[in-house]
Each structure stands twice: as C-alpha cells, then as structure tokens.
C-alpha cells in the first residue's frame, strides 16, 4: 500500500487545523460587515478597549493604516541594481506592523512572551499599550487618533520633537486615520448585531 494518500491526508489535516486568515476583511469602510466577516477581529479590540482604554474605532483606524487588516503583511524587499535582495525596508511586521525592537519591549513589559505580530489579539494589544506610552510621554488623549497614529509612527522621541511636521504625506495619513476613526465609531453606534 502506498504512503501517498496517508501524506496528503495528514497535510489536508494539518493545513486545515493550524491555518490562520491572514487575507483582510472584503469592505474595509464598513466597521459593521468587518464585525460580522471577522467577529474574533473586533473581540480581539473590545478586550484591548477594556484593558487599556483605547476605543475600537481608533485601534481599527491605525491598523488599516498600518496593515490594511493583512495578518502576515511586511515591508517590501529592497534590491541592489534592480536584482540584487537586500532585505526588507524594516522589521515591521503583521497587523500592528511592530518594529521588532518595540515588539520585544511590548513583550518583556506585558510579560506576553509568546506574543505573535501575526495573531490579532497580541497585535491589538500592542496598539493598546503603544498608545498608553504615547499618552504617558505625550499626553495624548487615547480618543485622539491623529495624534496617537503620528507618535506610533514616528515613535515617542520623534513625537515629541515633532518630526512628522517635516513629513506632509504623514500628516496626510494622520488626518486620513482621524476621519477613518471617526466614520468606524459612528458606523459601529449605529450597528443592529447589539453587541455594541
């Protein structure tokens, strides 16, 4: 008897169990039919809420600024000549696009070691904790999205320097954060699964 069918049937087994969605939500401008394609999405972002104070709709506003709500996403490879691999612009990495250096630092402060750039629930939790640093060293209000995005991406020092006043496109991205915030607040107010 053949080992081929007994291969295939446990790679089958395997790929069905352990697989994860990294492919974004199908209408990433509609906070409502997100909470109903990806439940465990906006679970993931009401328990971030609750531990650390950030809403939903803000979280949700910087992780499709960062991600696009893509699990697995990374910056593009770099290439000498045209041909030549150089390796990723950063080491920024799934949902929340964590550097690794922040990444590490998130961990050993949580103690969350096991803690996954790729799994939805660490990577909102990121964003919560990210945000109380930016509150505790900038002040910045957890409901204030534009501010939150501008020192997430440019990092507390930065922030505080206020680098990104160099930088038109990111205050372009900033007020597109803002707006994305406030339009997924009031689509999830006005949501009828009432779980809101």
């Known amino acids: 008897m053949s080992r081929f069918p007994l291969?295939?049937?446990?790679?089958?087994?395997?790929?069905?169990?352990?697989?994860r969605e990294f492919s974004a939500p199908r209408n990433l401008d509609d906070a409502c039919a997100m909470q109903s394609e990806r439940p465990k999405y906006f679970a993931a972002m009401r328990a971030t809420e609750r531990r650390w104070g950030v809403p939903v709709a803000v979280q949700a506003a910087i992780i499709h600024a960062e991600s696009r709500f893509i699990g697995d996403a990374q910056t593009p490879v770099r290439y000498a000549?045209?041909?030549?691999?150089?390796?990723?612009?950063?080491?920024?990495?799934?949902?929340?696009?964590?550097?690794?250096?922040?990444?590490?630092?998130?961990?050993?402060?949580?103690?969350?070691?096991?803690?996954?750039?790729?799994?939805?629930?660490?990577?909102?939790?990121?964003?919560?904790?990210?945000?109380?640093?930016?509150?505790?060293?900038?002040?910045?209000?957890?409901?204030?999205?534009?501010?939150?995005?501008?020192?997430?991406h440019d990092g507390h020092t930065g922030f505080s320097r206020g680098s990104y006043n160099s930088k038109p496109w990111l205050l372009q991205v900033a007020d597109r954060v803002a707006?994305?915030?406030?339009?997924?607040?009031?689509?999830?107010r006005n949501c009828r699964r009432g779980w809101w």
């Open 7 to 19: 291969i295939i049937a446990v790679a089958v087994l395997l790929s069905a169990c352990g697989g």
């Open 179 to 188: 707006s994305r915030a406030v339009m997924y607040d009031q689509q999830l």
């Open 81 to 152: 000549l045209g041909v030549i691999p150089l390796g990723r612009q950063s080491s920024a990495m799934g949902y929340s696009q964590a550097l690794d250096g922040t990444w590490d630092e998130y961990r050993r402060e949580t103690g969350n070691r096991r803690a996954d750039r790729t799994d939805i629930r660490d990577a909102t939790d990121f964003v919560g904790w990210y945000s109380n640093k930016s509150r505790e060293r900038n002040g910045i209000a957890l409901n204030d999205a534009r501010n939150l995005y501008l020192a997430y």
